[in-house]
């Protein structure tokens, strides 16, 4: 299980660096599938702490699904802070390239100066960097893209909700599951 789970993982950032070298842009659903395949490992984790802790084969499918949402929220998370000033791989995405959500967003809803934004993908100079994020921001992909981390997050939090009773472990779950998207670093 381990091993197949580690492949998926691979594939998930083959993907992702190979949409980076390439022109084609995916879709937000299939960004949101290699974002989970990115995490795959993490189901290992899941599981066997589910399968430890007595968790039913129910609980168990609950803590995977939840687990799988807030992977890929987290994620979503991490290209935006890559587009916060100051932060410590400020712009990387764009000069690797990378067909981050926001990407996606604003190129999939035709906004104003999208081709540009491609143009700009793989520039390591700040100013045109800087100029990539406006683009995206003016569109309101970066807004969009946060948006949909919020309800993945959301959705997660239910799964629990509607699976384990309130308890102080309910509440460290949901803990873990909002330090992924309120996390600023």
Not at 76 to 93: E, K, M, W
Request: aromatic content about 6%.
């Amino acid at each position: 299980e381990y091993t197949r789970l580690v492949q998926r993982a691979r594939g998930g950032q083959q993907k992702d660096l190979a949409w980076g070298k390439g022109e084609s842009i995916p879709t937000v659903n299939e960004y949101l599938q290699m974002c989970e395949e990115k995490c795959a490992a993490f189901e290992y984790a899941i599981r066997v702490g589910a399968l430890l802790g007595g968790a039913t084969e129910n609980q168990t499918q609950a803590l995977v699904l939840a687990g799988n949402k807030s992977a890929i929220a987290f994620q979503i998370v991490d290209d935006l802070l890559s587009l916060q000033p100051g932060s410590d791989d400020y712009g990387a995405d764009i000069t690797e390239g990378k067909k981050t959500l926001p990407v996606i967003i604003c190129v999939g809803s035709n906004a104003v100066n999208a081709d540009r934004l491609i143009e700009l993908l793989h520039s390591d100079d700040p100013s045109l960097i800087s100029k990539a994020i406006e683009i995206m921001d003016s569109a309101g992909a970066i807004e969009r893209a946060r948006q949909v981390a919020e309800t993945l997050t959301d959705e997660a939090k239910v799964i629990i909700q509607n699976t384990f009773p309130p308890s102080q472990m309910r509440g460290i779950l949901f803990s873990i599951i909002d330090y992924g998207i309120s996390r600023t670093t």
